[in-house]
């Protein structure tokens, strides 16, 4: 379903098609989320309402997107569907005492704040109907990764809405577990830092060997992103992939050992499980 110039829907009718939208807090991820939307004619402009404490912001979002944004989360709530808490962990306190008690238990609240346990929203919301994700960056360009956890109070309807929401983004995931929810957040939610970082020093190699810098950047966005649309396509595991390009006593095998030697994998996997345990340490902060 796409959307006209004038927010109208050119198509047949989706699970959102008449939810309202509240996204509590317009920073950059709440904008990607907007833009998803109505980018791929999920809902109207109408149909959001985004709420910021800067009239600056309000303003500018308003301006680039054609929705209502208000300074009261309160009232950005009153009357939506799905509740968005799209914020940092160190606001959820302040925004979970604006909203408890003035939530309806028909409404289905999404955090995408990261380490904020759902019992700590149920408690600080005095809510039961609650969904936690965890989004990635790319979700800016519609390529994002979003792992999510909905409880049992969710119903299916809400849960569709969800997906379709989420889905905008990218790719969605639901999970059975809330636990899913930290991992994923040290594996995709933290995941583009690794990967920028990798991509970095390859640069800086290609820079050192003589490259000008924007032919080695060029070089290394290329070789990185076919490397991962030829993986996603091929459907073959990624050691068979590597094995591949592997000739004995070849670059690759003479490239490879020098990683091995210097514990590139046991650098990852103590970063991806640093990172974890840096959520659940956010987790223990909020309690």
Do not use: C
Not at 78 to 98: F, N, R, W, Y
Not at 151 to 180: I, S, T
């Amino acid at each position: 379903m796409k959307e006209t110039d004038s927010g109208t829907s050119t198509s047949s009718e989706s699970p959102l098609s008449h939810s309202r939208i509240a996204l509590i807090g317009a920073g950059v991820m709440a904008e990607s989320i907007v833009a998803g939307l109505l980018n791929e004619g999920i809902v109207r402009r109408d149909q959001l309402v985004a709420s910021h404490p800067r009239e600056e912001r309000r303003v500018q979002l308003s301006a680039k997107h054609g929705i209502e944004v208000v300074a009261d989360n309160a009232a950005a709530v009153d009357g939506a569907d799905l509740v968005l808490l799209t914020i940092k962990p160190q606001m959820m306190p302040g925004v979970m005492a604006e909203l408890a008690g003035v939530l309806r238990p028909e409404q289905t609240v999404i955090s995408i704040a990261a380490g904020t346990a759902i019992a700590q929203m149920h408690k600080g919301l005095r809510h039961d109907a609650i969904v936690r994700v965890m989004p990635n960056t790319p979700a800016q360009i519609g390529e994002g990764m979003a792992v999510w956890y909905a409880v049992p109070e969710v119903d299916q309807v809400a849960r569709e809405k969800v997906r379709l929401a989420l889905g905008a983004l990218g790719m969605e995931l639901e999970v059975e577990q809330e636990k899913y929810v930290d991992m994923a957040t040290a594996l995709s939610g933290t995941g583009p830092t690794y990967v920028f970082l990798m991509m970095e020093a390859l640069i800086d190699a290609g820079v050192h060997m003589g490259f000008p810098r924007r032919i080695a950047e060029q070089i290394v966005m290329q070789t990185v992103g076919g490397s991962v649309s030829y993986a996603r396509e091929s459907g073959k595991h990624l050691a068979e992939l590597r094995n591949m390009v592997t000739s004995p006593g070849g670059t690759s095998a003479e490239a490879i050992y020098q990683m091995e030697k210097g514990g590139l994998r046991t650098i990852l996997s103590k970063s991806v499980h640093a990172a974890y345990k840096r959520t659940k340490s956010l987790a223990d902060e909020g309690e």
